[in-house]
């Protein structure tokens, strides 16, 4: 166990009360919850007793963990990132780790992250108490991270209203008031000597409060203490004014500084403020409790009120940065925009470099004054939140610089031709003041907006307008290298080269991009590991790591790794929100993902909302996301493409990969080596088919992607069925088999299953089946196979047909009225088997007059029992008498063996006559057209 910290005072849990009733099945409910779970979360109304119950639960059941448990309280009004920031700091140094807010200032995965490694590296639990005070979606995404990802930590969070928290729902208590027998039993522990009337009024106008019960006794009035006046009778008479400074100061004020904002009441009417409950003191200082706060928020004059504020932003203006961003705050609510105007040009980049960005865009996020709007941009800019982004408004009477910021506030929000016009422009000034870093910052943006807009050609064009020094910065050679290759540009070495020690956040994301998409993916993840690792700070760096992140992603998903990829896609969800830059490439990797694992529901709605973002954003992107919406429609059991040769060829790949354009020769060479053959399957040139799907399964091998390796093998065991070749077919099934496993990727195994069983019957019947969202190809060919028309194309029709020549039989299906799939079952003649629905097997050799009995009815579908006589026994002559019990009895035998429950059979059933075949029964013949039972004899 780790050693216990040193916890200073303000940051340790309390002990519990000294009397504590009732709550006996909260209590036991809330240390299982611990116990089991990261994360617990307790709700209920203020002045329930969270607060006791907490300590109490941790005192009896958690003695040891008590003595390293932080007590963080949220402060009202505070940002939810930059209370993360403030209990970083308290972690970090129970850690003995340094905390650089500036790394996780615009990730709130990141910082949650960091969070619970600097708590369990402490090695302490934390208690979140007050966490009502936090927007309510971004305090579920905390708690569902810490949840997902804290280990021997534990985190248990208080809040007055609840929070949905999705898999941690049974993580949450609700606590109600106190009955009224409880109440009563700590009335009068607390105050043995009062009488019981009063004790009785007390508890009747509590409501199961303790706190207001515990107020009602002590000021002793006939009802519940709900006047200023009544609240402190008995105190000195500065115990009003002081709570109302309290209530207008609403944050968490240490006395020392109180002191110089206020006048401070005598040390005994302090005390007994708090013993009250009146005053609250927390991790900050004191505050005054929230249920009070709405009676003395009003209780000061206007005059009175702006003189505090302005006392207060005196002396916070003089401290740290925490304490100036309040300061700036007290004075927009006395009323001084001009002054905040005034500081804020002075200390506003400062400030977000101390990592206040959360605290400071709270604060003047929703001021709407134009002078303010350079903040604004720069704070949004800071936290890198589409929300905030969409928010903020052009300068007034902006600098050339902040001019440069808005255009990569609309490039971050998605507008990429308001990026590219500002750009221009912005380019045009820059040369006429002779601004040679301005001219390469608004070229190298114009030149971005140019590539996902108008393609790489037109890229290159913008980027060769700059002179030959700006040419030779990290930043310009990466964005430069990537429109090379997305033009087909294979002698890139050099560039590389130059390249490999960039430290530019963008160049190294681009230059990732770049190694990413010539199949050198090792080294790209390296460099993003680099880059992620690389303190940001800047304007644009917060995009950057977010591209670098959703560019890992991909990497991620290429290579079927699921969990990794859900961790990546989790920490870019609150990016998500609005429509961003971010948010249809994000789509694009969670759509890839659930493709590849069948959650399907509600993913063609995302995926067209995605594409109509993305039309102004990427036309290649627009075009992925296009074909990857088709490519759920098909999965989803809609037809496959149909017509001339190469755009079916074409179009199937494209539905399959995501892409609308053939692949060029040195990007995705695995994807475009499955499309040529593809292509030469469908032309009859199996031979290079073969050598086109041998060379993309060894690349995609080399290469490390998983999902293209599957689906280079599918196509190669294509190729090799076309060209007659069984040889390497076995070790090539067992590839897709181990693939499977590892990506748990049901598609995968099934089209393992069905090309090493695609001759049994019974294997045919489980695939067809199996028509869940990440199967139809699969399962469509199974369900020719075993008769049935499902829409097949081209490619499907070829390859149908050489299994169906290299099994050697067909399978008769009945014809079915309803155009949707139905399970079945049937009978195979070679070995004397019956197939079920569920695809087992039964095997009936040694049963021959069964087995004939069942084939004649599957064959003729309605038989009496004259024609059964004639036809499986065969006699000459049918006689009731003699005959009747003998297939009476030969059918009771067939029921017990192919009927789930014979008493009520299905599969045969009986007519006035004889007996019927039940349900869709199928039957193998010869591929010749023979009948298979013939051969049986």
Request: hydrophobic share 45%; aromatic share 4%; with cysteine.
């Amino acid at each position: 166990m780790a050693a216990r910290p040193r916890l200073p005072l303000q940051f340790r849990v309390e002990n519990p009360p000294s009397v504590f009733v009732g709550r006996q099945a909260e209590s036991e409910w809330l240390a299982a919850a611990i116990e089991r779970a990261p994360v617990a979360l307790v709700t209920g109304p203020a002045g329930i007793g969270k607060s006791a119950l907490l300590a109490t639960v941790l005192k009896s059941s958690f003695p040891d963990a008590l003595l390293r448990t932080v007590r963080f309280s949220f402060p009202s009004e505070e940002p939810l990132r930059q209370a993360q920031f403030d209990l970083g700091q308290v972690l970090a140094r129970l850690a003995h780790q340094p905390w650089n807010m500036a790394e996780v200032a615009g990730d709130p995965i990141h910082l949650t992250q960091a969070l619970i490694d600097l708590a369990e590296d402490a090695g302490v639990w934390v208690v979140l108490e007050d966490l009502h005070r936090v927007d309510g979606l971004e305090a579920a995404e905390m708690l569902s991270t810490l949840g997902s990802y804290a280990r021997e930590s534990r985190w248990i969070a208080s809040s007055r209203r609840p929070l949905r928290l999705g898999r941690l729902a049974g993580q949450t208590l609700a606590v109600e008031g106190l009955d009224d027998a409880d109440l009563m039993d700590l009335a009068r522990a607390l105050y043995p000597d009062a009488p019981d009337g009063s004790l009785h009024r007390a508890v009747s106008v509590a409501s199961g409060s303790p706190w207001l019960l515990s107020q009602f006794l002590e000021t002793g009035h006939a009802g519940v203490a709900t006047s200023r006046q009544q609240l402190v009778e008995g105190l000195d008479q500065d115990a009003g004014p002081f709570l109302g400074a309290l209530a207008v100061l609403r944050g968490p004020t240490s006395l020392d500084l109180l002191r110089q904002i206020v006048s401070l009441p005598a040390d005994d009417t302090l005390e007994a403020l708090e013993r009250r409950g009146l005053m609250v003191r927390d991790s900050v200082g004191v505050r005054i409790h929230d249920l009070v706060a709405t009676l003395f928020s009003g209780s000061l004059g206007e005059d009175v009120r702006a003189e505090l504020h302005q006392r207060a932003a005196a002396v916070l203006g003089e401290l740290g940065p925490a304490e100036r961003v309040n300061a700036l705050r007290h004075l927009l609510a006395a009323g001084r925009l001009d002054a905040v105007v005034e500081r804020l040009g002075e200390t506003c980049e400062q400030l977000l470099a101390c990592g206040q960005a959360p605290r400071l865009w709270a604060a003047i996020r929703d001021v709407r004054d134009p002078r303010l709007a350079a903040s604004q941009m720069r704070c949004a800019a800071e936290l890198g939140n589409p929300t905030a982004l969409s928010a903020v408004h052009p300068a007034s009477d902006p600098s050339t610089r902040d001019q440069l910021a808005w255009a990569h506030t609309l490039y971050a929000r998605g507008n990429l031709p308001g990026a590219l016009a500002l750009a221009e422009e912005l380019a045009e000034s820059a040369r006429e003041q002779a601004d040679e870093s301005l001219v390469e910052a608004a070229i190298s943006l114009q030149a971005r907006c140019c590539l996902r807009l108008h393609g790489a050609a037109r890229a290159l064009e913008v980027l060769a307008t700059l002179g030959a020094e700006a040419r030779s910065s990290e930043r310009v050679q990466a964005l430069s290298l990537l429109c090379h290759v997305h033009r087909d540009e294979r002698d890139v070495e050099a560039e590389l080269g130059q390249l490999s020690g960039s430290r530019d956040p963008e160049a190294m994301h681009d230059l990732a991009s770049a190694l990413y998409l010539l199949g050198r993916t090792s080294e790209a993840i390296a460099t993003l590991d680099e880059l992620l690792a690389t303190p940001r700070g800047q304007h644009t760096t917060h995009l950057v790591s977010r591209q670098a992140l959703l560019l890992r992603g991909r990497i991620h998903v290429a290579r079927g790794e699921l969990r990794e990829t859900k961790e990546i896609l989790d920490s870019l969800r609150p990016f998500t929100r609005t429509a961003s830059l971010l948010r249809p490439h994000v789509t694009e990797v969670a759509a890839t993902r659930a493709l590849l694992t069948g959650e399907l529901s509600g993913l063609g709605a995302r995926l067209e909302l995605a594409c109509k973002e993305a039309s102004s954003i990427d036309v290649v992107l627009a075009e992925r996301l296009a074909s990857l919406r088709d490519r759920v429609g098909m999965q989803a059991g809609g037809p496959p493409p149909s017509g001339e040769q190469e755009r079916v060829t074409f179009q199937r790949w494209s539905q399959r990969h995501g892409v609308c354009s053939p692949p060029p020769p040195a990007i995705a060479s695995v994807d475009r080596r499955l499309w040529l053959a593809e292509r030469a399957m469908i032309a009859g040139d199996s031979a290079a088919a073969v050598m086109e799907a041998h060379a993309a399964v060894e690349l995609a091998r080399r290469r490390g992607e998983v999902l293209a390796r599957v689906d280079a093998i599918v196509v190669l065991l294509d190729a090799l069925l076309l060209a007659e070749e069984t040889g390497p077919e076995e070790e090539l099934i067992h590839q897709l088999v181990e693939l499977g496993q590892r990506t748990r990727s049901r598609g995968t195994a099934l089209a393992a299953v069905l090309r090493g069983g695609f001759a049994e019957p019974s294997v045919l019947e489980r695939v067809a089946q199996s028509a869940s969202a990440t199967t139809p190809p699969t399962s469509r060919r199974a369900r020719a196979l075993l008769g049935a028309n499902p829409p097949l194309d081209q490619l499907d029709v070829l390859v149908v047909a050489a299994m169906r020549r290299a099994s050697g039989l067909e399978i008769a299906s009945p014809p079915q009225v309803d155009a949707r799939w139905l399970p079945g079952w049937g009978v195979d003649a070679r070995s004397s088997r019956v197939w079920l629905s569920d695809g087992r097997v039964v095997e009936m050799a040694k049963r021959p007059l069964l087995f004939r009995l069942v084939d004649a009815l599957v064959r003729r579908g309605d038989m009496s029992k004259e024609q059964l006589i004639l036809d499986v026994w065969g006699d000459n002559q049918y006689h009731p008498s003699r005959h009747d019990p003998r297939v009476y009895m030969s059918v009771r035998k067939l029921r017990e063996l192919i009927e789930e429950d014979p008493s009520d059979p299905r599969r045969i059933t009986t007519t006035e006559t004889g007996y019927r075949i039940g349900g869709v029964a199928r039957r193998v013949v010869c591929a010749d057209g023979g009948s298979s039972h013939s051969a049986q004899g």
